[in-house]
């Protein structure tokens, strides 16, 4: 069982930067594959960015390349979410997940799988 607890959300202008944080309560959290996600009031979920359990896979949703970037320190059993240049249309509560298998965008609202792990959300408010 892994217990993930996402942080760092708030309210920014247009323009401004936030950097979430998601914080695992396992111990071999570097064998596991990270996602976060976001959902917007009366919007589907949908695929932020994801990262395998050794940091050389990235992805991204398009709407988020170049501005984005999604790292981890397994050391601290830590991923971040570093948002920068936020537009009002990334208003949402943003989710991490996480899995021990590969987890993919396949669609623009989810991965090839299902991540069994979900964390309870931050809310990320940008102000136009």
């Known amino acids: 069982q892994v217990q993930l607890v996402e942080s760092g959300g708030g309210l920014v202008q247009a323009g401004g930067s936030l950097k979430l944080s998601c914080a695992a309560s396992?111990?071999?959290?570097?064998?596991?594959?990270v996602a976060w996600f976001r959902q917007a009031p009366g919007k589907e979920r949908e695929f932020v960015a994801a990262i395998s359990w050794n940091p050389s896979s990235t992805y991204y949703t398009d709407s988020v390349k170049g501005r984005f970037t999604i790292s981890r320190d397994n050391t601290k059993n830590i991923v971040y979410l570093q948002m920068n240049s936020l537009e009002p249309e990334d208003t949402a509560v943003y989710y991490c997940a996480a899995d021990l298998r590969r987890l993919v965008p396949t669609t623009k609202q989810m991965t090839g799988v299902v991540p069994d792990y979900w964390g309870q959300g931050t809310q990320v408010t940008v102000s136009s």
């Open positions: 396992k111990r071999s959290f570097d064998n596991y594959a």
